[in-house]
């Protein structure tokens, strides 16, 4: 499946421009309308007596659930006539018979690129998520349309056989994908401004999330101005956190120091609510949001996707000063990388957890001395689908193993309020693929219709990522960042194998 790969290229960006866009937490209602310069009409000093947020607006508060189902074909209709008519894909030529034969063969493991399955089908599925989620639907009654969306494609929208990994990392990547970009659109939007700030507002926002800002042109929320349910965001409730960071990246080939490639790279990392609030208990009222971009095409473009969201969380007692919670969460990991040019030809890693739920715990310090904060978080997660870097399968377009498991995550925030601020993660991976290719005859058997998970393997994956922030002034910071990449697979009928490379990056971070 192609999705729309302009949509791919414009996320991480378009969320910065957004994020540029935003009044500060301290902003007031009133002091929002001032600096917009809209005075209010004089027979409408009862509106400010209403609430000032669009969540309390009666008229838009009411679920659509049939619009959203509509919606969410359409999708389908528009992707697969584009994919048919314009690209002429073969695959896009399906019939009832291969409707018929898809719904008769049943599912297998496809052999899609990594970047395919384990991002662009995740982010597909954010388009059906917030088919329902924009039109009013809750996050749990949005979850059925990324599902239904995506074995509608799997089925109907393509002559090849339906995938099952398509369809996890579709419905539960595009949960989270979708809910972050639903969030993320209403930091945007501010239906008091007018001209060229309000155009740009809503064109930003409907790049975040176009389902988003489909039902806003349909619904003339995108050009309807008002004094009362203008704002889509309470900073007091959820704060938010945002900065990002620009300079030069470092990969070695192979681990070596002095052989592997540079190039320039933009990061965009944002934390949304407060994690030790959990009155705000809705699925990811709290989350954080991690994207990387390589500005060469030496690497992928979108080389790094990281997010956390808390599903559910409550808080723990202690009797002394100490903050923990707990809860459950839902992770999506991506790390990305080709062969270092002139390198050994060898891709450096390939990770990613698509479809993760765990149980997390999370405690804060109190301050002490230079020390403005310091956090610790613990997560533990079942891996439902994931991916790791194989050595020796290599069918169409797939070179990594997919597979279920666990991981570990240990995150670690020590912010000296004068200096700067300490980050640092400790990612660990176990990925057992169960289904391999050995037990096939690849000379006699379709490559479509394989259906095999890679090489029988057990991978462990450690991922160690330090970040320093040096204060410059206020608001700018030197970032010095690195991340160590450790692979070790164990396979049934080859060798093992063991990998190692890192990553070291030096830039400058602008907070928000």
């Keep these: 499946m192609k999705p729309f790969l302009l949509f791919l290229l ?12 935003l009044e500060t937490p301290s902003t007031t209602a009133t002091d929002s309308i001032a600096t917009d310069s809209i005075a209010p009409p004089k027979d409408s000093i009862n509106h400010y007596s209403l609430s000032p947020y669009a969540y309390d607006d009666p008229n838009i508060s009411n679920p659509r659930p049939w619009r959203a189902a509509i919606e969410a074909t359409a999708i389908n209709v528009g992707v697969h006539v584009f994919d048919r008519f314009v690209l002429n894909e073969d695959f896009a030529k399906s019939t009832f018979k291969t409707t018929w034969n898809n719904i008769r063969h049943g599912f297998v493991w496809d052999n899609d690129k990594f970047s395919t399955n384990l991002f ?24 059925p349309y990324a599902f239904g969306g995506s074995l509608m494609w799997e089925v109907a929208g393509e002559v090849e056989p339906p995938a099952l990994n398509d369809l996890i990392a579709t419905t539960i990547g595009g949960m989270a994908i979708g809910e972050v970009t639903h969030r993320l659109s209403a930091l945007v939007y501010d239906d008091r401004t007018k001209g060229s700030r309000r155009f740009l507002r809503e064109l930003v926002g409907t790049i975040i999330n176009p389902i988003g800002g489909l039902n806003r042109l349909i619904d003339g929320r995108a050009w309807r101005v008002r004094t009362d349910y203008y704002k889509y965001h309470d900073y007091d409730r959820f704060p938010i956190l945002f900065f990002v960071s ?25 934390t949304y609510g407060d994690a030790f609030n959990v009155e705000e208990n809705r699925p990811y009222d709290f989350f954080t949001a991690n994207a990387a971009l390589s500005l060469t095409g030496k690497q992928p473009l979108i080389h790094g996707v ?5 599903l559910w969380g409550t808080k723990i007692e202690t009797g002394t000063d100490l903050q923990l919670t707990a809860g459950l969460f839902q992770h999506y990991n991506y790390y990305d990388s080709e062969p270092v040019i002139d390198g050994s030809d060898l891709v450096p890693y390939r990770i990613s957890e698509a479809a993760s739920f765990g149980p997390g715990r999370l405690y804060r310090l109190p301050t002490a001395g230079g ?3 310091f956090e610790q978080q613990l997560y533990v997660n079942a891996i439902l689908l994931g991916g790791s870097l194989s050595d020796y399968y290599k069918v169409i377009d797939r070179d990594y193993n997919l597979g279920s ?33 050995e037990d096939k005859d690849i000379s006699a058997t379709d490559p479509l219709h394989l259906n095999v998970q890679g090489n029988r393997s057990e991978a462990r994956l450690l991922v160690l990522r330090p970040n320093i922030f040096i204060h410059l002034t206020r608001n700018l910071d030197l970032h010095i960042s690195a991340a160590g990449y450790f692979r070790r697979t164990n396979y049934k009928s080859q060798p ?10 030096l830039g400058v971070a602008y907070n928000l």
């Design 10 to 21: 414009l996320l991480p960006v378009s969320t910065l421009s957004a994020q540029l866009t």
């Design 496 to 505: 093992d194998v063991s990998s190692h490379t890192f990553v070291v990056s």
């Design 246 to 270: 620009v300079g030069n990246r470092y990969l070695a080939d192979r681990g070596a120091l002095f052989r592997g490639e540079t190039h320039p790279y933009l990061a965009l990392n944002l």
């Design 371 to 373: 020390v403005k904060r």
């Design 120 to 143: 662009a089908h995740p982010y597909h599925g954010n388009l059906y998520f917030n088919a329902a989620r924009s039109n009013g639907l809750s996050f749990m009654a949005s979850v």
């Design 306 to 310: 990281h997010l956390i969201g808390r």
């Design 405 to 437: 498991g666990f991981s570990v995550k240990m995150r670690t925030l020590v912010d000296f309020q004068k200096y700067g601020r300490l980050e640092m993660t400790a990612d660990f991976l176990r990925i057992f693929t169960i289904k391999g290719v």
